[in-house]
């Protein structure tokens, strides 16, 4: 996935596994009290695992790989686009779509004429690299993230059945503002892609718990 961004001109970066709330939620404009916290369940660490001069802070497994746009564009200029794989963690129940650890890669582009049409193509021209030419069909639903305005979340089509793959949109001015980025002057998008989501589609595997399931029946074919 990271070559097929790569050939479209996007740079890769890596961000911690461990994060700080300030990244995870509330430079993402989601504050403390929000409701929208619910939205990602979250496995806290305990304040003795945490580093001692930075006890104030409190740490946690990311949720989404989203905290790794503020840590970028704190300190690069747009115009920009990067890639960002990486290991996510939910405190959540399992079931044949959804892992407590499972892989995003969290995309964002910002320029001054970037709109939702770029984030369209590049979705499209993505999926279509990665599933060679076998026609992919994408819907793009209304979707709510507060960091995010408009927000999508996009939907592909796997054996008959809707599978949402990603969630996306045009990154919110507040959050443009936390990493002191004029929003009148940037915009652009963000999307976070569930990695093994589209494993699922791309290899026909309806139970993402086989991942991590250990069935060397299952492993041994790739
Ligand atoms: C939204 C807007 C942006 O501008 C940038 C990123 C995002 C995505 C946001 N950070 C997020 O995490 N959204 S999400 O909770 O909907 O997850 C994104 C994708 O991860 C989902 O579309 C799905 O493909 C996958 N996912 C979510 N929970 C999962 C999961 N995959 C496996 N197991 C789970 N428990």
Same mark, same amino acid.
């Given at each position: 996935?990271?070559?097929?961004?790569q050939s479209?001109?996007?740079?890769?970066?890596?961000?911690?596994?461990? &994060?700080?709330?300030?990244y995870?939620f509330?430079?993402? %404009?989601?504050?403390?009290?929000?409701?929208a916290?619910d939205? !990602?369940?979250?496995? !806290?660490l305990k304040p003795?695992?945490?580093i001692? %001069?930075l006890?104030?802070q409190?740490?946690?497994?990311?949720?989404?790989?989203?905290?790794m746009?503020?840590?970028?564009?704190?300190?690069?200029?747009?115009?920009?686009s990067?890639?960002?794989p990486g290991?996510?963690y @939910?405190?959540e129940?399992?079931d044949a779509?959804?892992?407590?650890?499972?892989n995003?890669l969290?995309?964002?582009?910002?320029?001054?004429?970037?709109?939702?049409?770029h984030?369209?193509?590049?979705?499209?021209g993505?999926?279509?690299k990665?599933?060679?030419d076998?026609?992919?069909e994408?819907?793009?639903?209304?979707?709510?993230f507060?960091?995010v305005?408009?927000?999508?979340?996009?939907?592909?089509?796997?054996?008959g @059945? !809707?599978? &949402?793959?990603?969630?996306?949109?045009?990154?919110h001015p507040r959050v443009?503002k936390?990493v %002191?980025? %004029?929003?009148d002057?940037w915009?652009?998008?963000a999307?976070?892609?569930g990695?093994?989501r589209?494993?699922?589609?791309?290899?026909?595997?309806?139970?993402? @718990?086989?991942?991590?399931?250990s069935?060397? @029946?299952?492993?041994?074919?790739?």
């Amino acid at each position: 996935m990271t070559d097929i961004f790569q050939s479209m001109g996007f740079d890769v970066f890596l961000g911690p596994d461990i &994060e700080t709330e300030y990244y995870n939620f509330d430079a993402l %404009n989601i504050p403390k009290d929000h409701p929208a916290r619910d939205m !990602w369940d979250t496995f !806290w660490l305990k304040p003795e695992s945490q580093i001692s %001069n930075l006890k104030s802070q409190k740490y946690l497994l990311r949720t989404h790989t989203s905290p790794m746009q503020v840590r970028y564009m704190e300190h690069h200029q747009p115009p920009f686009s990067i890639v960002v794989p990486g290991r996510v963690y @939910r405190y959540e129940a399992t079931d044949a779509t959804h892992e407590i650890q499972f892989n995003q890669l969290e995309g964002l582009m910002i320029g001054r004429d970037i709109t939702l049409a770029h984030l369209k193509g590049v979705m499209a021209g993505f999926l279509k690299k990665l599933f060679g030419d076998k026609k992919v069909e994408l819907r793009f639903r209304p979707g709510y993230f507060p960091f995010v305005e408009p927000g999508v979340e996009v939907d592909a089509l796997l054996n008959g @059945r !809707w599978i &949402e793959i990603a969630g996306a949109g045009m990154v919110h001015p507040r959050v443009l503002k936390n990493v %002191n980025l %004029n929003p009148d002057e940037w915009q652009g998008f963000a999307f976070g892609v569930g990695i093994d989501r589209v494993a699922m589609i791309k290899y026909k595997i309806d139970d993402i @718990r086989l991942f991590y399931g250990s069935d060397l @029946r299952f492993l041994n074919q790739f």
